[in-house]
T-cell receptor, first 110, second 112 residues
Framework: TQLLEQSPQFLSIQEGENLTVYCNSS?????LQWYRQEPGEGPVLLVT?????EVKKLKRLTFQFGDARKDSSLHITAAQPGDTGLYLC??????????FGQGTRLTINP | DTEVTQTPKHLVMGMTNKKSLKCEQH?????MYWYKQKAKKPPELMFV???????INESVPSRFSPECPNSSLLNLHLHALQPEDSALYLC???????????FGSGTRLTVV
């Protein structure tokens, strides 16, 4: 199993601040997915990145895939309380097995 | 329909009970999955069904028995569970490959 390391594990900031969370591995990814999970719900897919150096934007969220395809980041601009949740990066292994990182638990305080 | 529907949402069962978790999707996805998620941990894969056939069993104890009656339905039969099996059980579906997964809201299982 090729591990995905996420950092930080916990992050608590004030509304309006910017933040970045990271997902790293010693192995090359063919693709990487980011999910957000709210308490009592299943993870919801935010984005899939495939190409090294790729940048994707989803409103105030910016996702970047490293040039070497070993790392990815999620940047949130002007965080809002609705951004609170567990952010998970994940990779597909062997075409059938989605494996998650340990997650970043984000809290945005009003 | 772009949802995965799981029932029941909550389940409390004794260690001698037999119960089943149900999952349904109508997106035409060819792969369906069961995941287990303990508190403050990421989801962990249990089973993968591809084209209605079991393709991956992640060394799950036999007290968990999956079943895929057709391409839209996935069941997880539970028997003689232990309190440590209490968790959120998530069903998901996908088109396979690098496609994103669609997860249900889960069944919160408590074994007493």
């Amino acid at each position: 199993t090729q591990l995905l390391e996420q950092s930080p594990q916990f992050l608590s900031i004030q509304e309006g601040e910017n933040l970045t969370v990271y997902c790293n591995s010693s192995s090359v990814f063919s693709s990487l997915q980011w999910y957000r999970q709210e308490p009592g719900e299943g993870p919801v897919l935010l984005v899939t990145v495939v190409t090294g150096g790729e940048v994707k934007k989803l409103k105030r969220l910016t996702f970047q895939f490293g040039d070497a395809r070993k790392d990815s980041s999620l940047h949130i601009t002007a965080a809002q309380p609705g951004d609170t949740g567990l952010y998970l990066c994940a990779r597909v292994q062997g075409a059938q097995k989605l494996v998650f990182g340990q997650g970043t638990r984000l809290t945005i305080n009003p | 329909d772009t949802e995965v529907t799981q029932t029941p949402k909550h389940l409390v069962m004794g260690m001698t009970n037999k119960k089943s978790l149900k999952c349904e999707q109508h997106m035409g996805h060819r792969a369906m999955y069961w995941y287990k998620q303990k508190a403050k941990k990421p989801p962990e894969l249990m089973f993968v069904y591809s084209y209605e056939k079991l393709s991956i069993n992640e060394s799950v104890p036999s007290r968990f028995s999956p079943e895929c009656p057709n391409s839209s339905l996935l069941n997880l039969h539970l028997h003689a569970l232990q309190p440590e099996d209490s968790a959120l059980y998530l069903c998901a579906s996908s088109q396979g490959g690098w496609s994103g997964y669609t997860f249900g809201s889960g069944t919160r299982l408590t074994v007493v």
